[in-house]
């Protein structure tokens, strides 16, 4: 394993490439990484970086983004089949229809949502800025897509608008229910529950600290608590316990991203070689796209 980290760097290091890498993909491709991180930390590095190539280890949507973002550069995708579910549970036809429907309406758009998507919305939003983005904007209506749980999380905290959801979910955390937050703190009594807004609004509403994943990794680090009950996808472990390593975490694991845990290693190695698979887009659809990310960028700040 020494050898390929080694054949990893120098291949990175003599093709100016610089490797990104999501919190849920495996400690080990996260270990190789330049910068790990939540979606937004990503997608604004994927903006910054200087390097000719990225290469991005997370699911395709991600490289897609980060394509966008950055048409003169290489952007190579480890695994392309590593796609996330619900980036493709969206019906495309009904965001003109909610266009015909309400005058005053901004269509949102969760990161997690391929190209074809976001070159038809308004405005994008990550778990960590979709609030913030959300209660700026100067539309009532706003059509949230796709999932609807963050998107019932937002529209808890901002009363004032009204929310059309649509109907998409990761099915990670989907699956999380109260009755396993009200399990988990009698096995695990006083430890304080962290979620993320991708669970169902029900779960949200009983957690002690609702946020993104850096949010989950930020606030349990700076607490002085040693034990915590977690709901969100197994692959945060790895720097939750990296920067807490005399502390506890009792994950509520259901089901894992498998598409997040697809790419080894080996696949990282393999498409600095072979310079493929690459995040490639149409330019038409590339640049209308880039302005709903760019607009998130904006207004994030
Ligand atoms: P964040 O990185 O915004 O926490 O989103 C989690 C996720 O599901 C990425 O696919
Ligand atoms: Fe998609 Fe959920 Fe996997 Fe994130 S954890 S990539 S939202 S299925």
Redesign the pocket.
């Known amino acids: 394993m020494k050898k390929l980290t080694e054949e990893i760097k120098t291949m990175a290091r003599e093709q100016d490439a610089v490797i990104l890498a999501?919190?849920?993909v495996d400690g080990e491709v996260q270990d190789i990484a330049d910068y790990v991180?939540?979606?937004?930390?990503?997608a604004k590095k994927a903006k910054e970086v200087q390097n000719r190539t990225i290469v991005f280890c997370?699911?395709t949507?991600?490289g897609e983004s980060a394509c966008i973002l950055n048409p003169d550069k290489t952007v190579l995708i480890p695994d392309a089949d590593a796609v996330?579910p619900?980036a493709l549970m969206v019906e495309r036809e009904k965001i003109a229809e909610m266009r015909e429907k309400y005058d005053d309406l901004a269509v949102v758009c969760y990161?997690?949502s391929m190209a074809a998507t976001k070159e038809l919305v308004d405005v994008c939003v990550?778990?960590?800025n979709a609030l913030k983005i959300v209660k700026n904007l100067p539309q009532k209506n706003i059509y949230f897509i796709p999932d609807k749980n963050l998107g019932s999380w937002i529209a808890e905290q901002v009363p004032e608008k009204n929310f059309i959801l649509g109907d998409g979910y990761?099915h990670?955390?989907d699956c999380i229910t109260p009755e396993d937050i009200e399990e988990y703190r009698s096995k695990y009594p006083g430890c304080k529950v962290l979620v993320?807004p991708?669970c169902p609004l029900a779960v949200s509403k009983i957690a002690d600290y609702v946020?993104?994943?850096?949010?989950?990794i930020d606030y349990a680090t700076e607490s002085p608590d040693r034990e915590f009950i977690v709901g969100?996808?197994a692959g945060v472990l790895h720097e939750l316990k990296r920067k807490n390593p005399d502390k506890e975490f009792h994950f509520i694991e259901k089901s894992a991203?498998e598409d997040?845990h697809r790419m080894t290693l080996e696949d990282v190695a393999a498409c600095l070689r072979e310079n493929s698979p690459k995040a490639e887009l149409d330019e038409g659809v590339r640049q209308r796209a880039e302005a709903s990310l760019d607009r998130m960028l904006e207004l994030a700040k």
């Open positions: 999501h919190y849920y991180g939540d979606s937004f930390f990503l997370g699911v949507f991600m996330c619900m990161i997690n990550t778990s960590s990761c990670v955390h993320h991708e946020g993104s994943t850096s949010g989950i969100t996808e991203c997040m």
